[in-house]
């Protein structure tokens, strides 16, 4: 089987989650439940209006 390696790029996620800890997680359980193998190397959650919360 082949994979589909992208070395940089956007991803966003919709969540009601308030730590990155936990909205990481939920998507994770999204990607596992769909067969998606995921990494994140760096990552920021941000409010409807694109500013960090943490």
Known sequence: MNELYVDECWLYFKTKEVSKEEAIKKL???????????????SALRNEDGEDIE
């Open 28 to 42: 994770y359980e999204a990607c596992d439940a769909a067969g998606i193998e995921l990494t994140i190397e760096n």
